[in-house]
């Protein structure tokens, strides 16, 4: 570790033609062009253990030969990619096993709809079915909340910056104090069913509640079972419909596949994405409990809904859920990074660091400006690639594949460890500075 990195590929060509708006390849400073599982390559021969995984799209890391075997095969066969939402053997192969693995051990019974290939895409049918089916506008959200980029998931967003990006003003929606917002003594529901039950509160009775369990964007905040339980009581007592958004959660980052499994609420709508896909290719679904499946033929619909390739690539990346012993390596690699952040907050508490998250989603929050970003510049120049999360990029977040190998696991973490060394060390040089000035 410490040896910095040959120099980054040259990025000027995306500087020239490509869009202001690009993002993380202002973090990550190169231009990459191979990846295997839990490790990417850049075209001067940098190698990167990769704790971003796609920002959740690759849970079965880059280049899956499992999955990638049934793709090819697949295309060789002149297998259908496109088709709106027209039957095809793919998709059935899919609707069939997602039936068989995922609903039926669980006694679920929903329908599954294919909105369009995007996170935001599985929202917006979500607030569109909800407010058709109860008749109501309103869908009550929570405070850093991050559900999407198109008008209506940004609606139910929380981040000033990413709703200023509209252009617009954006409406009917009510936002709601997160579990754990007052801090831990206040029972946040107990205000919102107050607010709900007072005819005087100018709070409206929503179409839908929609909520994530475990914050990702939001800075890795996460709701506790008795809470969920709360709010799914309150929906239910007063005929909201509950909408748990899983794009980034789901498929297996907290542990379990839906990351509100073994939490006690069986939600009226599921959004699904990103890792959905298996390969990283563009899927979503929407799950809909049948009574609220009132959709007339075509009212929402989309050109890529019908992704061949995503359903091909989803149905085997099933198979991982056929056992438990996926969950359990799952479970026994989130404590390696437990156990590895505990210590690094232990070794360094003058930086003041929490720790957040749970499963393969795990983090450390900073009280001081900055810090969270300067880790990952630090790291990301040694070799490994994570990001920030939080309303003020106060998280430095790790998301590894869930199929990363114990080895690179340990590589990550020890480049991480390091990392947070040489900031430690920064730190105490910038207050010895600040103090001799003064």
């Known amino acids: 570790m410490g040896t910095q990195l040959l120099e980054t590929s040259n990025l000027e060509v995306f500087d020239q033609f490509e869009s202001e708006v690009r993002s993380y390849c202002r973090s990550f400073t190169t231009v990459f062009n ?24 690759l849970n079965y890391g880059h280049n899956n030969e499992q999955i990638r075997a049934k793709l090819v095969e ?67 959200c929570f405070t850093n909340a991050f559900h999407g ?21 954006l409406h009917n929606s009510v936002f709601m104090p997160y579990d754990g917002y007052f801090g831990a003594e206040v029972n946040t529901v107990d205000y919102i069913a107050a607010l709900l039950d007072d005819p005087g509160s100018g709070v409206p009775l929503p179409a839908a509640v929609i909520l994530e369990s ?21 929906c239910k007592d007063r005929g909201i419909l509950l909408i748990v958004d899983d794009v980034q959660m789901g498929c297996g980052r907290t542990g379990s596949f839906f990351s509100f499994d073994h939490m006690g609420i069986e939600p009226d709508i599921i959004c699904l994405s990103k890792s959905i896909g298996g390969y990283g290719l563009p899927m979503a679904i929407t799950l809909l409990k049948p009574e609220i499946d009132a959709w007339m033929p075509g009212e929402h619909n989309g050109t890529f809904r019908g992704n061949n390739l995503g359903f091909i690539a989803a149905a085997e990346a099933l198979s991982y859920w056929e056992t438990p012993d996926f969950e359990k390596s799952i479970i026994r690699k989130a404590q390696i990074v437990r156990s590895a952040l505990e210590q690094m907050l232990k070794t360094y508490p003058e930086l003041s660091g929490e720790l957040r998250g749970r499963g393969l989603i795990q983090g450390i929050a900073f009280k001081e400006d900055g810090l969270a970003e300067r880790l990952c510049k630090n790291v990301f120049e040694q070799g490994l690639i994570m990001e920030t999360s939080g309303p003020c990029s106060e998280v430095a977040k790790l998301m590894p594949p869930l199929t990363i190998e114990d080895t690179t696991l340990e590589q990550g973490l020890k480049i991480v460890a390091a990392g947070m060394a040489r900031l430690a060390n920064a730190v105490a040089l910038e207050e010895k500075k600040t103090k001799l000035e003064v």
């Open 149 to 169: 980029m198109t008008i209506g998931s940004l609606a139910v967003t929380g981040n000033t910056f990413k709703r200023n990006g509209a252009g617009v003003e």
């Open 34 to 57: 191979k990846a295997k599982n839990a490790k990417l390559w850049d075209t001067q021969g940098n190698e990167y253990v990769d704790f971003f995984a796609g920002a959740g799209a």
């Open 214 to 234: 475990l914050q990702g964007e939001g800075g890795l905040k996460a709701a506790s079972a008795d809470w969920l339980q709360h709010i799914a009581r309150l």
């Open 74 to 140: 697949y295309l060789m066969k002149d297998g259908i990619t496109h088709s709106l939402d027209m039957a095809t053997s793919a998709k059935e192969a899919f609707l069939l096993r997602f039936q068989e693995v995922i609903l039926k051990p669980r006694g679920w019974h929903y329908k599954i709809m294919f909105p369009g290939p995007t996170g935001t895409n599985a929202v917006e049918s979500a607030l569109k079915i909800a407010r058709k089916v109860t008749g109501r506008s309103t869908v009550m």
